[in-house]
């Protein structure tokens, strides 16, 4: 059989067990996940900071895919998935606050990082939920 029809099923199997549309395939959460990191990027991110959390679930699963056993063995196409989030990985970084964190210490980086620019929902929920002030936001 060939290996990426059984990468396929394997992964169809992968996002029924996670609760996800088996429908999805791989190459559709990690598009998910750069459009994303694209639209963190404009600066204006125009959702609350609960909203911000529940996007990011995306790459929560996205991390499950690349640590898990049955996926694992179809190494090209783990591959492949690993270099596109690392570069929207290494983007995302970029826009975080420097030396800034929030959250408990066991939560991934990206959990953690606090959008240097948003739109005024998440800047005001930062402000309020954790005390820091954004650049360019009013104190």
């Known amino acids: 059989m060939n290996s990426v029809v059984e990468f396929l099923r394997t992964f169809r199997e992968f996002n029924g067990r996670h609760g996800r549309p088996t429908s ?3 190459w559709d959460l990690v598009e998910e996940w750069e ?3 694209e639209d963190f990027a404009g600066g204006t991110y125009s959702w609350c900071e609960v909203e911000y959390t529940n996007d990011l679930r995306v790459r929560n699963l996205l991390e499950k895919a690349l640590t898990d056993d049955r996926l694992a063995v179809f190494e090209p196409q783990i591959t492949a998935m ?3 989030i690392t570069l929207a990985d290494t983007r995302l970084k970029g ?3 420097p030396d800034v964190q929030i959250g ?3 939560w991934p980086w990206w959990q953690r990082g606090v959008l240097a620019h948003a739109g005024p929902e998440y800047t005001e929920d ?3 939920i954790y005390g820091i002030e954004l650049p360019g936001s009013a104190s």
């Open 24 to 26: 999805q395939t791989p």
């Open 104 to 106: 408990p210490p066991a």
């Open 35 to 37: 459009a994303l990191v």
């Open 95 to 97: 826009l975080f606050l």
């Open 82 to 84: 690993r270099e596109r």
């Open 126 to 128: 930062i402000r309020r």
